[in-house]
Antibody, heavy 118, light 108 residues
C-alpha cells in the first residue's frame, strides 16, 4: 500500500532554514505528482506546494512563494521541501501527499513538525 | 484566489443526516474534493470529483455540487463519523490547491 514518511522537522529560529524529506513507497513515484500540505496548531489545512512527477513544474502558496522550494529525487523515491527565511507563522505539522484525481490528495503521510524556539 | 467557506461546526443526532456545505466562487468550473480528519490523525480523502467515493468509504456518504455550493452528506450518522471535514479545489490554470476552513462534525 501507499506509504509516505516525512522527516526533517525540528526546532528552528526565525530566519532559519530547514529541509523536509518525504520517502515514498508502495506506488510508482516517478509518475506521481506530489504536494506538501501544512496544518498550524489547532488550525485548518493549508496547501503549501506541488511538484510535477518529473520535477520540472512546481507551484506554491502565496504565503511561502520565494522562501520555500520543492524538489524531488525520483531515483530515491523522495520528495523534499527546502524552507528558508522561516517565520514563527510557519510553525506547523507538514504533511506529504500524493496528487490524486483532479488535483486531490489521495494519500497522506503522518507529518513532520516544525516549531520555533522562543 | 479561491475562498472556500464552510460552517465551523455541524451537530447531528445519531441516525440522522449530516450535511456539510462548502461555498465557493466559480464552483461551476471546478470539482470539489473532501477530507476527514480525526484528532491526532492525518486527513483521509472521503470524496473526490464532487461525487466519487474512494474504496472503503461507506455508501451512506455522498457528495454533490450545485454550482456555487458543494455538499457532503452523511446518512444514518454514527459516533465514528465525528471529525473535522475539509473541502478542497484545484485551480488547473495555476496548479494551486485551496482548502476550506474546515467543519467540525459533532454527533450528539
Amino acid at each position: 500500500q501507499v506509504d509516505l514518511v516525512e522527516s526533517g522537522g525540528g526546532v528552528v529560529q526565525p530566519g532559519g532554514s530547514l529541509r523536509l524529506s518525504c520517502e515514498a513507497s508502495g506506488f510508482t513515484f516517478v509518475v506521481s505528482g506530489m504536494n506538501w500540505v501544512r496544518q498550524r496548531p489547532g488550525k485548518g489545512l493549508e496547501w503549501v506546494s506541488f511538484s510535477s512527477h518529473d520535477g520540472k513544474s512546481d507551484s506554491y502558496a502565496d504565503s511561502v512563494r520565494g522562501r520555500f522550494t520543492v524538489s524531488r529525487d525520483n531515483s530515491k523515491n523522495t520528495l523534499y521541501l527546502r524552507m528558508n527565511g522561516l517565520k514563527s507563522d510557519d510553525t506547523a505539522l507538514y504533511y506529504c501527499t500524493r496528487d490524486g484525481e483532479g488535483g486531490s490528495f489521495d494519500s497522506w503521510g503522518q507529518g513532520t513538525l516544525v516549531t520555533f524556539s522562543s | 484566489s479561491y475562498v472556500l467557506t464552510q460552517p465551523p461546526s455541524v451537530s447531528v443526532a445519531p441516525g440522522k443526516t449530516a450535511r456539510i456545505t462548502c461555498a465557493g466562487n466559480m464552483f461551476g468550473s471546478k470539482t470539489v474534493h473532501w477530507y476527514k480528519q480525526k484528532p491526532g490523525q492525518a486527513p483521509v480523502q472521503v470524496f473526490y470529483y464532487d461525487t466519487d467515493r474512494p474504496s472503503g468509504i461507506p455508501e451512506r456518504v455522498s457528495g454533490s455540487n450545485s454550482g456555487d455550493t458543494a455538499t457532503l452528506t452523511i446518512n444514518r450518522v454514527e459516533a465514528g463519523d465525528e471529525g473535522d471535514f475539509y473541502c478542497q479545489v484545484w485551480d488547473s490554470l495555476t496548479d494551486n490547491r485551496h482548502f476550506g476552513g474546515g467543519t467540525k462534525l459533532t454527533v450528539l
